[in-house]
């Protein structure tokens, strides 16, 4: 299975503006720019899509880990908040956390965290940030 996404970008860093779209059209030239990214203007940013893509991966992954041990979830919210700091030259995405707010009837604390931790691990986003990442790039007039 393949998903895709794309970005179109004009202009310098700073004054220049994008528009990031998705396959499925949940997306459709979105802006976004220096202004949404480090300025909080209206628009996305690759973090905020970062933290939505994994709040929701880990909140499937904590489904099926507890349907496999016999529960169902009757909600499961999740918050993911990615921090992008200063880093040399650049900027880097340091850390994700993910607050979860679940209810889960049947069961015990111990079991959750087991389960909510696995789940942690086991979400394809998680895995991501070791993923291999390959470029294929061409110039264009």
Known sequence: MNKFASAHWEGDIKKGKGTISTHSGALKEQPYGFNTRFE???GTNPEELIGAAHAGCFSMALS???G????TAKSIDTKAK????KDGDGFAITKIHLDLKASVPGI???QFQDIANGAKKGCPVSKVLNADISLDAELTD
Do not use: W
């Open 40 to 42: 909080d203007e209206p």
């Open 108 to 110: 015990d604390d111990k």
């Open 64 to 66: 099926l880990e507890l």
């Open 68 to 71: 496999n041990a016999g529960f």
């Open 82 to 85: 990615v921090t992008l700091e």
